[in-house]
């Protein structure tokens, strides 16, 4: 048996400093959970009689758990893995098991690959004394900088399972929306792709063998034609091909290095939301993520500056980054939230008006939860406006180049019908 030395949280939300006798660290968590509290720190301080005294060294080294060395992954943990974590874990602590038991229940489960190193690693962590929140921060490459505050105001508060499922509540409806935005996109861009593949084949193997029959015969070419076999001859044999194959590669290359700056991800954000229709989705997207990202952190108890830092830095869109910012400065100086918003002129004035009723009410993270819901719904809308918008234009689109193609390749195919036609009269 030794003694504990640790740094907990009361119910209350108050420092407490006391120490605890157990054979392990995490029979001493156990322990301070049972009076009440929620540890944020635990160390050995000292080993009873008949038992050797650890160096400080051993002590430093017990305190500071090392982080678990992860496997090779590309990208991170998928969103529906992290979601169903957040839920599970979130069941298991509304039933009363200690985190740590929970965190290995759940590693458990998973099947080896980068999550199940990373919910082992944050176990190791918790065993040796640290928070949940602290453990999770040291892997982002699961849990970014709004799960683990949610973690760290579920702890001080001592509502850990309440936000937990807030969380995973949140973490469902802002991946139902991006999917719904990701989905109207992919239709149009099947069509695109197949289109511009089957003209590709046509201009690379079909228009030579016209454009060979046409000086066969010395046909004088219409203006149209030449230009296809122009357009042709660059696809086939200049390597034209490889341009519009590459062009896209470019493109996000391209865009990726813009929005590497501030100033690039403002202006492309900027160019973006006045797209027709598209904007309005990113527009409304936006505002429903902010509004919703910054009402559960509220709801959780999280104090409205940092909870406006936090969703300024997971906003996704750098114009209403900079709102933000400037309503947290705003705050900062003692005014309301509503004002500064309104000045930005980023948002619809039903967005600034609920959230001055919710200042004034006492509701603010229900107004702002509010919001995200009926702009939800008008990104449902919008989407679907998308669609069928695209639809009659990608048809028109598709048949006025089939229509180009055949009216180039025809004229001068009805020209040597007639040339035939007129020679045989004469001879007759």
């Not at 229940?105 to 640290?130: T, Y």
């Not at 892997?139 to 309440?162: Q, R, T, W």
Request: hydrophobic share 45%; charged share 20%; proline share 4%.
């Amino acid at each position: 048996m030794a003694i504990f030395a640790f740094e907990a949280m009361n119910s209350s939300g108050q420092e407490v400093k006391d120490e605890v006798e157990a054979g392990s660290s995490e029979e001493a968590i156990q322990k301070i959970r049972a009076k009440g509290y929620y540890p944020t720190k635990v160390k050995e301080k000292a080993a009873k009689k008949g038992v050797k005294k650890k160096s400080k060294q051993d002590e430093e080294i017990q305190a500071i758990t090392p982080k678990k060395k992860l496997p090779f992954a590309i990208g991170g943990v998928s969103r529906k893995a992290l979601v169903t974590f957040t839920r599970q874990l979130s069941t298991l602590q509304d039933a009363g098991l200690p985190i740590l038991r929970s965190l290995q229940i759940l590693e458990s489960q998973q099947k080896p690959g980068l999550f199940k190193a990373i919910i082992g690693g944050v176990a190791d962590e918790v065993e040796g004394g640290g928070s949940l929140s602290e453990a999770m921060a040291n892997y982002p490459k699961a849990f970014d900088k709004l799960y683990v505050n949610m973690i760290h105001a579920g702890e001080m508060g001592g509502v850990l399972d309440i936000i937990m499922a807030r969380l995973a509540d949140f973490m469902e409806k802002a991946a139902k929306l991006k999917k719904k935005v990701i989905g109207a996109m992919i239709y149009p861009g099947v069509v695109i792709t197949i289109a511009v593949a089957i003209v590709s084949m046509i201009m690379i193997f079909v228009i030579p063998k016209f454009a060979e029959i046409f000086r066969d015969f010395n046909l004088e070419l219409p203006p149209v034609t030449q230009v296809l076999i122009d357009f042709s001859y660059w696809m086939a044999v200049q390597y034209g091909w490889a341009v519009i194959l590459f062009s896209p590669i470019a493109m996000i290359i391209t865009w990726k290095l813009i929005r590497m700056s501030d100033g690039g991800r403002y202006y492309s954000d900027v160019a973006l939301l006045k797209v027709p229709i598209l904007g309005s989705i990113m527009g409304k997207s936006s505002i429903a993520r902010f509004t919703r990202t910054l009402g559960t952190l509220i709801a959780a108890g999280v104090p409205i500056l940092d909870a406006l830092n936090i969703t300024k830095e997971t906003s996704g869109n750098e114009v209403y980054a900079r709102a933000l910012l400037k309503v947290h400065d705003a705050i900062r100086e003692g005014e309301s939230m509503a004002d500064p918003l309104r000045s930005t002129k980023v948002c619809d004035a039903i967005v600034v008006n609920m959230i001055d009723v919710g200042e004034e009410t006492g509701d603010l993270d229900k107004m702002l939860i509010k919001v995200a819901d009926n702009y939800d719904s008008d990104v449902d809308v919008l989407v679907g406006s998308l669609i069928s918008i695209l639809e009659p234009v990608m048809v028109v689109v598709l048949g006025g180049i089939v229509g180009f193609i055949v009216i180039a390749l025809f004229m001068p195919m009805i020209s040597l019908i007639q040339g035939m036609s007129g020679g045989n009269n004469k001879k007759g």
